[in-house]
């Protein structure tokens, strides 16, 4: 374990965009407590993205329109103002994907400078399912959602492409093989950057069919395929809602499987 002054001089990466707040309700923490942290780390920029408001079925779970527009973006702002000389600060949010919404992604985007994909849901027309613990037969379902989410060019990352390994409790097969490449080939096609996501990696680790250890996710054999695909962005994120997360060593755990597998990890992303 490295105690604080090591890691200030040994930090392995330099940025972090996807960070929440407890105005999400179920974070801690406000976005200029984040930022403060990320000077503390060494780091270079920091987008801070809770859960945007989208849905009823996440109310209470989600940040409400009201304290986006009254809390979030001045927080947000004002943090800009303070340290503009001394850390890059982006505002974004993060998204499940609803083809019905589209009035609200462009609304939402004149506000904040990227939005995240991360779809915890199942968009079947206008029903809407809780995607987690789902049921395998609507894999097919929910990757069409990812890539259907990836072409409107709304997103600029897509968070924990493979956590539908974790949804479903599923294993690489020759059908999710050709939906995770459905999703890779959309990311790229849209110039979307693929997230390794750490708290993902917080979540335990399995064993593959061929009786690997992998993480829920990331999912290995997953981004064992992304590795084919030289033209894939990748980005790693925190996904951090506890201030000591935003970065540690699980990170540098996750850092090493990615030099280990020779992803092409990006040091920043690109937002214009």
């Known amino acids: 374990m490295q105690n604080g002054v090591e890691r200030l001089a040994n930090i392995l990466i330099k940025t972090n965009y996807h960070t929440h707040c407890s105005m999400c309700n179920h974070a801690e923490g406000l976005p200029s407590d984040y930022i403060q942290k990320a000077m503390e780390l060494g780091m270079e920029e920091i987008g801070i993205s809770c859960h945007g408001p989208l849905l009823p079925i996440w109310e209470g779970d989600r940040m409400s329109y009201q304290t986006f527009l009254n809390k979030y973006l001045p927080d947000i702002k004002n943090a800009k103002e303070k340290y503009h000389d001394k850390i890059k600060i982006y505002s974004g949010l993060e998204l499940e994907y609803v083809y019905f919404e589209k009035y609200l ?15 915890h849901i199942i968009c079947d027309g206008y029903k809407i399912y809780d995607g987690r613990g789902m049921d395998p037969q609507y894999l097919e379902l929910y990757c069409q959602n990812v890539v259907d989410g990836l072409d409107t060019g709304y997103f600029k ?58 993480w829920q996710y990331p999912y290995l054999d997953f981004w064992r395929l992304v590795s084919q695909y030289k033209d894939a962005k990748v980005v790693i994120n925190a996904d951090c809602h506890y201030l000591n997360y935003l970065y540690d060593d699980v990170t540098e755990e996750v850092i090493a499987f990615a030099k280990e597998l020779k992803l092409n990890i990006c040091d920043r992303v690109d937002f214009k």
């Open 105 to 119: 992604y462009e609304a939402l985007l004149e506000k904040v400078d990227y939005l995240i994909l991360g779809q």
């Open 157 to 214: 990352i897509l968070a924990h492409p493979d956590i539908f390994f974790y949804f479903a409790k599923c294993q690489m097969d020759e059908n999710i093989e050709k939906l995770s490449r459905k999703i890779i080939e959309a990311a790229i096609k849209n110039n979307v950057y693929l997230e390794l996501n750490v708290n993902g990696a917080r979540r335990g680790k399995i064993l593959n069919k061929n009786g690997e250890t992998t």
